[in-house]
């Protein structure tokens, strides 16, 4: 039997999309690892359905229209962007490629985009962050204490990080069946680089009649208030991670928030929540433009970009597709995908008569008979 094969180092010509980074990346990963990347929450309804939610709505193309001095060119929370593929916070990436992070931080300078560090990454942050380069943000969860947070928004801001994702959607781990199939453990090596001193959660008792989870993980979890208070511990932008209904996505705006991330986590939390594309349009038009907005959940194309700016989004976020570049070919694999996957979105503006992201509207989605909308 062969192990996993170790990272390449050049990109073989057949690897031309992030679907197949997807099939490559089953090579150079062990199988539990496997499961943890790949895997969503029971079984896994969201997870096709976010990538399902894509396939099923079409493009409307435009012929003859002039998009000379076209470009994907856009400003977020105060920069300025190439283009609109940020890479969403997804922890351990030692797991991924030895490496780690400090690859997809070098892809993401060298590509123009926003890198969102985990508050589980395994590398220091400061080693990730090149002043006056490009944006890196750091996600944080809510500590059990606020000190704890106080202290990890402290280390993101003298690590020079520009923004900060506070992630609400994942008080509690989910139950991802696959992974616990699989056997997956992290290895004890792999350390939360970034974390204070994990404190042991006070339980509110043990034994019989004692919930999991609302005595001992939910014991402990935030709420709106904590991020009210959050948001008044930094001068940095805070984007709130993991809405999905319109009245959350107002919440967040209420607590001072820079932007929300309409989210399910890659459905890895809660089985049968919608597809975020979905969620989507009633969020767009809650908010009516008061702050950004980032999709993340199922991006894999382009022209998945694109469908999810029609629909409001201001830019997206990818999290499995850059992991799987990451452990085929570390670096280059993560540039190469985002540099494939600003082509094609760049090519959907061209044959859809759009020359800036600002021209994406509704209109050009298919309408017709076919449509799902
Ligand atoms: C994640 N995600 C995540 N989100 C977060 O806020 N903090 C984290 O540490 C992680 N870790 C993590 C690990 C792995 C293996 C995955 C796949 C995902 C969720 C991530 O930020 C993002 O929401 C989803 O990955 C987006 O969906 P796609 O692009 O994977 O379909």
């Not at 969860?141 to 690590?159: D, F, H, I, N």
Request: some cysteine.
């Amino acid at each position: 039997m062969t192990g996993p094969l170790p990272p390449l180092t050049s990109i073989p010509r057949d690897l031309v999309s992030a679907g197949d980074y997807a099939r490559r990346a089953q090579d150079h990963l062990p199988p539990a690892t496997l499961a943890y990347l790949e895997g969503g929450a029971g079984d896994e309804i969201t997870l096709r359905e976010n990538t399902a939610a894509f396939s099923a709505l079409k493009l409307a193309p435009r012929q003859l229209v002039d998009v000379k001095g076209g470009h994907t060119r856009l400003s977020l929370a105060g920069e300025q962007l190439a283009h609109p593929f940020l890479l969403a916070p997804v922890g351990w990436q030692k797991l991924f490629h030895p490496g780690g992070e400090l690859e997809v931080a070098r892809a993401a300078q060298a590509m123009d985009t926003v890198f969102a560090v985990s508050a589980v990454a395994t590398t220091a942050i400061e080693a990730l962050v090149v002043p006056g380069g490009a944006p890196v943000w750091f996600q944080i969860y809510m500590q059990a204490s606020r000190e704890a947070t106080a202290g990890v928004v402290r280390l993101a801001e003298a690590s020079g990080c520009r923004a900060l994702i506070v992630t609400v959607d994942a008080p509690l781990a989910g139950l991802r069946n696959r992974e616990q199939r699989a056997g997956f453990a992290l290895p004890a090596h792999l350390e939360a680089e970034n974390m204070p001193e994990v404190q042991p959660i006070p339980a509110a008792g043990e034994g019989a009649g004692v919930s999991r989870v609302f005595d001992q993980a939910m014991h402990t979890a935030p709420t709106w208030k904590d991020v009210d208070w959050l948001v008044r511990q930094t001068r940095l932008p805070v984007f709130v991670k993991g809405i999905l209904h319109p009245d959350d996505a107002a919440r967040a705006v209420e607590t001072g928030a820079a932007g929300v991330v309409v989210s399910n986590h890659g459905g890895r939390v809660l089985d049968t929540a919608p597809a975020a594309l979905h969620a989507l349009p009633a969020v767009a038009a809650r908010l009516n433009g008061a702050v950004p907005i980032l999709l993340d959940s199922g991006i894999r194309r382009g022209a998945d970009a694109f469908k999810a700016i029609a629909l409001g989004a201001t830019a997206v976020m990818v999290g499995r597709p850059y992991i799987h570049a990451l452990a085929v070919a570390g670096a280059l694999g993560v540039a190469h995908l985002l540099r494939t996957l600003r082509e094609e979105l760049e090519i959907t503006m061209a044959l859809t008569g759009c020359a800036r992201l600002a021209d994406i509207t509704a209109d050009h989605l298919w309408r017709g008979p076919e449509s799902p909308t």
